[in-house]
């Protein structure tokens, strides 16, 4: 099973801060790589699909890169609604899996 | 709107079997896989399996197998998950998620959208 590595596991930042979020796949999984928040309470929101493309409704500050294994998810101005647990996973083959998620805390 | 609504919370004892129901609406329920996600409490999200609807097909996880059972009710839309032999390890919200895909995109890129609310299942004697 191809395994997913997120880091930080943790963050702690800024309204306004640019924030940038890692995923590393064990093996390659080309653009079959996915974002997704979650706030307390909820089910997961998808943010962004294949890498860069981004939900309908989601805010520009979000973007996301990478390929083969190595992946970044990038919040360009951090807002208040942004304070949350990111994961990413892949959809390559079977199982998919995800990261171990990152939380996102106010400093 | 596209949706996934589940069924309510459980409290099981230890040993039994819970079943989980995800009714789809806004969309042709034969055309999208659908997904059961497990987690555990402060945890990350796990598969359990997937299931084609067009055709009834599964796919379970090698943790779970020989325990969970997904099966779906074409006339009603919905996919139900079923887990035996709880123990205090399955206590955690399970969701329920379809896999969209682009029909445009022949890469066959897929994603998890939307989600089902999540039920909590609480195992505890």
């Known amino acids: 099973d191809i395994q997913m590595t997120q880091s930080p596991s943790s963050l702690s930042a800024s309204v306004g801060d640019r924030v940038t979020i890692t995923c590393r796949a064990s093996?390659?999984?080309?653009?079959?790589l996915n974002w997704y928040q979650q706030k307390p309470g909820k089910a997961p929101k998808l943010l962004i699909y294949?890498?860069?493309s981004l939900q309908g409704g989601v805010p520009s500050r979000f973007s996301g890169s990478g390929s083969g294994t190595d992946f970044t998810l990038t919040i360009s101005s951090l807002q208040p609604d942004d304070f949350a647990i990111y994961f990413c996973q892949h959809t390559y083959n079977s199982p998919y899996t995800f990261g171990q998620g990152t939380k996102l805390e106010i400093k | 709107q596209v949706q996934l609504v589940q069924s309510g919370a459980e409290v099981k004892k230890p040993g039994a079997s819970v079943r989980v129901s995800c009714k789809a609406s806004?969309?042709?329920?034969?055309?999208?896989?659908i997904h059961w996600v497990r987690q555990a409490p402060g945890q990350s999200l796990e598969t359990l399996g997937r299931?084609?609807?067009?055709?009834?097909?599964?796919q379970y996880s090698r943790i779970f197998q020989g325990r969970v059972t997904i099966t779906t009710d074409p006339s009603a839309s919905t996919a139900y998950m079923e887990l035996t032999s709880l123990t205090s390890a399955d206590t955690g919200v399970y969701f329920c998620a379809r896999e969209a895909y682009d029909s445009s995109d022949s890469s066959g890129a897929s994603w998890f959208d939307p989600w089902g609310q999540g039920t909590l299942v609480t195992v505890s004697s």
């Open positions: 294949s890498v860069f």
């Open positions: 806004g969309y042709s329920f034969a055309s999208f896989a």
């Open positions: 299931i084609d609807p067009g055709n009834g097909n599964t």
């Open positions: 093996g390659t999984i080309g653009a079959y």
